[in-house]
Nanobody, 120 residues
Framework: QVQLVESRGGLVQPGGSLRLSCTAS????????MGWYRQAPGKERELVARIVSGGTPNYADSVKGRFTISRDNANNTAYLQMNSLKPEDTAIYYCNARVRTTFWETNDYWGQGTQVTVSS
């Protein structure tokens, strides 16, 4: 089994910044990719940013130039640096990891979600 633990989100003023972290632990052979999704009230969950091993990050158009995803492979941790936050960024943010738990088995895992609220 694999567990994903996210850092706490919080309340941020418009224009402010926040960094989220997500650490994977458990039976990990290899982490293929890690990413962040978000779900706002009344909306479907959407991809925010994702980074795969050996690849370039990809971002939702709505966060390009404002958010940056990075990985610390040695510590199985992904970060999401969020700058110039807007009220429309308010959502529950979920960490996702695609993990190879054995040479033959790959599964997707999710964090518990953390609330990010952008408001004055």
């Amino acid at each position: 089994q694999v567990q994903l633990v996210e850092s706490r989100g919080g309340l941020v003023q418009p224009g402010g910044s926040l960094r989220l972290s997500c650490t994977a632990s458990g039976t990990i052979y290899d982490i293929i990719g890690m990413g962040w999704y978000r779900q706002a009230p009344g909306k479907e969950r959407e991809l925010v940013a994702r980074i795969v091993s050996g690849g370039t990050p990809n971002y939702a158009d709505s966060v390009k130039g404002r958010f940056t995803i990075s990985r610390d492979n040695a510590n199985n941790t992904a970060y999401l640096q969020m700058n110039s936050l807007k009220p429309e960024d308010t959502a529950i943010y979920y960490c996702n990891a695609r993990v190879r738990t054995t040479f033959w088995e790959t599964n997707d895992y999710w964090g518990q979600g953390t609330q990010v609220t952008v408001s004055s």
